[in-house]
């Protein structure tokens, strides 16, 4: 079964929901009966936050009216439908991809943790070198993202609709932000030892077999 559950922005601080169309579309019932319960059951549902409603173009060209639902609606939701076996699945379906998007969410926020005690490390190695470049830090950070995810922290932030000052960590996945930890505690041990940016940069792509980073 498809995608059904979304962050957008794909964001730690993001709300995971599903929409009308995705409920109908995967359950085979017509999208203006799902909204048409919407409407019917709307105070039961706002009990769990306000409903959010957009227009996209159908396939027609018209504007479609398109609502997002969080997960506590769109169980509540779905609890109206008949269960026939395709809505079964898909009940089914949607409690897991919630439950799985619930874990990557709080995964990303203990990686935000366990980074904490790492950046500081880093950031005493390199403040107890009196031959420290002024930009060593910054410089290291931005490497530790670009091999993590290809992309230095302004280019990420763009990339992934996040504003000009938003916290670059907050929209890394938790397999990325895992490996700016890891890279960033032996970046610390490296520059510990007497390297400097260069130096840390070219061990770490030898080791790595990455070619170039920018």
């Known amino acids: 079964m498809n995608n059904l559950v979304f962050l957008e922005p794909n964001c730690i601080k993001a709300v995971p929901f599903t929409t009308s169309k995705v409920i109908a579309e995967n359950t085979g019932v017509g999208h203006r009966y799902i909204k048409k319960q919407i409407v019917t059951h709307k105070s039961s549902l706002e009990t769990f936050g306000?409903?959010?409603?957009?227009?996209?173009?159908?396939?027609?060209?018209?504007?479609?009216?398109?609502?997002?639902?969080?997960e506590q609606q769109s169980t509540l939701l779905v609890t109206f439908l008949k269960n026939t076996p395709?809505?079964?699945?898909?009940?089914?379906?949607?409690?897991?991809?919630?439950?799985?998007?619930?874990?990557?969410?709080?995964?990303?926020?203990?990686?935000?943790?366990?980074?904490?005690?790492?950046?500081?490390?880093?950031?005493?190695?390199?403040?107890?070198?009196?031959?420290?470049?002024?930009?060593?830090?910054?410089?290291?950070?931005?490497?530790?993202?670009?091999?993590?995810?290809?992309?230095?922290?302004?280019?990420?932030?763009?990339?992934?609709?996040?504003?000009?000052?938003a916290v670059a960590l907050d929209y890394m996945t938790s397999d990325e932000i895992a490996l700016v930890n890891e890279l960033t505690n032996k970046m610390a041990v490296l520059y510990g030892l007497g390297m400097d940016y260069h130096e840390i940069k070219e061990m770490l792509l030898n080791r790595r077999s990455i070619k170039s980073i920018a």
């Open 86 to 165: 395709v809505v079964v699945e898909f009940k089914t379906e949607l409690v897991r991809q919630f439950f799985e998007m619930r874990t990557e969410l709080q995964k990303r926020q203990i990686g935000k943790l366990d980074l904490r005690p790492t950046r500081r490390t880093l950031t005493d190695e390199v403040n107890d070198n009196p031959e420290h470049g002024e930009w060593d830090y910054k410089n290291l950070i931005n490497l530790s993202y670009k091999m993590a995810t290809g992309k230095i922290a302004s280019t990420l932030r763009k990339d992934r609709g996040a504003n000009k000052k």
């Open 50 to 70: 306000l409903l959010v409603a957009h227009e996209t173009e159908s396939t027609g060209g018209r504007p479609e009216e398109i609502i997002s639902l969080n």
